[in-house]
């Protein structure tokens, strides 16, 4: 909602109802679930040719992340076994674990399950919340904690993925036929360098590249499937690993060991959660027929390649990738790795982009400056102070952990955290969906949550080598939009208790009218039952009133985006006032010039240039005696003293707005 708000009217609203999150894509024209379906079942060529482009570009953004994964998710669970990956039980297992986990995971959870549950297509941790408060009813503060802990977490895997992709390119660098020992010093410079041109080049968006990011995560698929083909023949044998009898067998054989090891195996479907969330940048269908058609085949002939290549030479199992790899291609192979990994990272920048501004949107965050790169392709857009902490946080993390072993450690704790999000989210959707008792909702949820369960478990384990970086990271984030929500609703119920209803306003004017002032005004207000503050500061000040005032609430709907027909709502309070409420989707950035020329439609008529804005900005005081502790208090002032201004969020004409001030204690 807009107006009334903390460092100025306008700020978007507390968590109402819907909460979408999810990448954004890598500058790929978001496609809805009917473009997608379309083309799965249209006959024609147009048909045919347009879901193939789809699935290219899914193949790009929505499988960058779990397609570099081989380069260390092997290696780092062979070497998590009691043996050390030489015995041929560890080799077997840890292979079959690969592949369940995929099935079990990615395949049966995500692919046919969770992607039954999109909100009007879009999907996400935070798309789920919103579709269980529907389902609930109501709001629920043990589900609103849920969606943004698991947004938080996003944050985290978000600052780790690109680190530990880019730096597990690079590290081949190591083994480079003949040179590789004299290469290893520049390792960690390169990877710092290439993430820092990274991260410097958002500014200029990324549409004039994004085309090619899909043909080039194809071809690096179609190389992980000729590795392993390659090296399958090495022994054949390998293929009994498909049985999961070998992953129970070696799980038992391992006893806490193989508890342990589950943390390492999870490293493959690191990324699995970009099914559901990139579902309204390309449909359902393309993303669940690149999956099953070539992901999926490409990721285990890779990782059944790399299991025969250690079962013929134990050696291998200490870089099992790259040692897949012949000399004769070791560069060309090193070279589409790390733009593999650049991509996969473009991803997870674009997404936090993404999940920021609906973040913003929906009240979950201060108003933050966020730009768009490109007039032509929806979802690009690009938030300066988002790029730049992630930025600060990729490169304290090479820092602190300048190996990808060692940042191996770290990841997955954010991902099997956020998945776990998932869910229970989805165990309200079923109970209220189908009406089901608890036990029953709980009885047909038990397979998923075992399973992430085990693998969050697993991953809390590795907190003292480095999982508490993603934890804090996401704790931190969590604190920021709590504070926030929170110092937001005590503002506004003590506005509420101090101030006039704007029916009993319109009263006192009738019967005590002000001088009259030529013109439009337009007070922004959170809160369109109650006088603005701008208003009531406007006549106690001025002593004047507009002959035409606009009360104008600007509210997030319970979707991505809202249509032209539902944008505006107009309701004649008298001839002297007029509420106004402006309607945008949780992924489009607030137009409110552009929304307010609808109104012409509806007949109600003024001039934007001729029109003045009245903005109520607070100066927010702490206090001990009320609201929430002496620090929260100071820490919410600093969100609010650090907002983006609301004329620009708005994009109101700056030479017509006005803003009048009060001081507000929380």
């Not at 024609?44 to 789809?54: D, E, I, N, V």
């Not at 956020?418 to 949820?445: C, E, K």
């Not at 008529?605 to 607070?618: C, V």
Request: with cysteine; hydrophobic share 50%.
């Amino acid at each position: 909602m807009a107006g009334d708000r903390p460092g100025g009217d306008g700020a978007p609203p507390a968590p109402p109802h819907n909460p979408g999150s999810g990448h954004d894509g890598s500058a790929v024209t978001p496609s809805s679930e009917g473009e997608g379906q379309h083309g799965a079942h249209g006959s024609g060529p147009k048909s045919r040719s347009a879901f193939t482009a789809l699935m290219v570009g899914a193949i790009g953004v929505v499988f960058g992340d779990i397609g570099t994964s081989p380069l260390y998710a092997m290696r780092e669970a062979l070497g998590q076994s009691r043996s050390g990956g030489t015995a041929e039980l560890a080799v077997l297992g840890t292979v079959s674990l690969v592949f369940w986990a995929l099935i079990l995971v990615v395949t049966v959870k995500y692919v046919f399950f969770l992607m039954r549950f999109d909100n009007k297509g879009e999907g996400g941790t935070l798309s789920l919340m919103a579709l269980t408060q529907q389902a609930i009813g109501r709001r629920s503060t043990v589900v609103f904690f849920l969606g943004v802990i698991g947004a938080a977490l996003f944050y985290g895997d978000g600052v780790l993925t690109p680190a530990v992709s880019v730096l597990s390119a690079v590290e081949g660098l190591r083994s480079a036929p003949n040179i590789g020992h004299a290469l290893s010093p520049y390792v960690l410079p390169i990877t710092a360098g290439i993430l820092i041109a990274l991260f410097m080049v958002q500014s200029r968006g990324t549409a004039s590249v994004a085309r090619a990011f899909g043909p080039i995560t194809t071809v690096w698929f179609l190389l992980l499937a000729g590795l392993g083909v390659m090296n399958i023949a090495a022994d054949i044998s390998i293929l009994r690993a498909l049985s999961p009898h070998y992953a129970a067998i070696f799980l038992i054989e391992n006893g806490f060991l193989g508890f342990v090891i589950l943390g390492a195996v999870f490293l493959a479907v690191t990324g699995a959660e970009a099914l559901y969330t990139d579902m309204g940048h390309f449909g359902k269908a393309p993303i669940r027929a690149g999956w099953l058609v070539f992901v999926l085949p490409c990721l285990m002939l890779n990782y059944l390649g790399q299991g025969a290549l250690v079962l013929d030479n134990p050696d291998a199992r200490l870089n099992p990738f790259w040692g897949m790899v012949p000399e004769v291609i070791y560069w060309p192979i090193l070279v589409m790795a790390t733009l593999a990994t650049i991509i996969a990272s473009q991803a997870v920048i674009t997404g936090a982009f993404s999940i920021t501004q609906q973040a913003v949107q929906l009240g979950l965050l201060p108003r933050i400056n966020i730009l768009r790169t490109s007039e032509t392709q929806a979802g690009q857009i690009y938030v300066p102070s988002v790029n730049m902490l992630m930025l600060t946080g990729v490169l304290l993390l090479l820092a602190i952990f300048p190996t990808s072993s060692q940042l191996a450690g770290a990841y997955g704790v954010a991902v099997t955290g956020a998945m776990l999000v998932d869910a229970l989210l989805a165990l309200y959707i079923i109970r209220h969906r189908f009406r089901l008792s608890w036990p029953w909702t709980v009885l047909a949820m038990t397979p998923f949550l075992i399973v992430d369960l085990a693998f969050f478990g697993s991953n809390l384990l590795k907190v003292p080598q480095g999982g508490w970086a993603p934890l804090l990271m996401g704790a931190s984030i969590v604190l920021i939009m709590w504070t926030w929500t929170r110092g937001v609703q005590i503002l506004n119920a003590k506005t509420r208790r101090d101030s006039v209803s704007l029916s009993d306003l319109v009263e006192m004017l009738q019967a005590r009218p002000p001088h009259r002032a030529p013109g439009t005004a337009i007070f922004l207000t959170s809160d369109p039952e109650v006088a603005p503050v701008a208003l009531m500061h406007n006549l106690k000040h001025n002593k004047v009133l507009h002959e035409k005032n606009v009360i104008l609430t600007v509210r997030t709907a319970d979707a991505p985006r809202v249509g032209e027909a539902d944008r505006v709502r107009i309701e004649p309070i008298n001839d002297d006032f007029q509420k106004v409420i402006l309607s945008f989707g949780f992924m489009e950035i607030p137009n409110v010039p552009k929304a307010l020329g609808i109104c012409r439609k509806k007949g109600l008529k003024f001039d934007i240039m001729a029109t003045s804005f009245f903005l109520g900005r607070r100066s927010v005081v702490p206090t001990a005696q009320q609201g929430m502790p002496l620090w929260q208090d100071r820490l919410f002032i600093f969100l609010m003293r650090n907002a983006a201004n609301p004329t620009d969020f708005f994009h109101i004409p700056p030479g017509r707005v006005v803003e009048l001030g009060a001081q507000v204690t929380v």
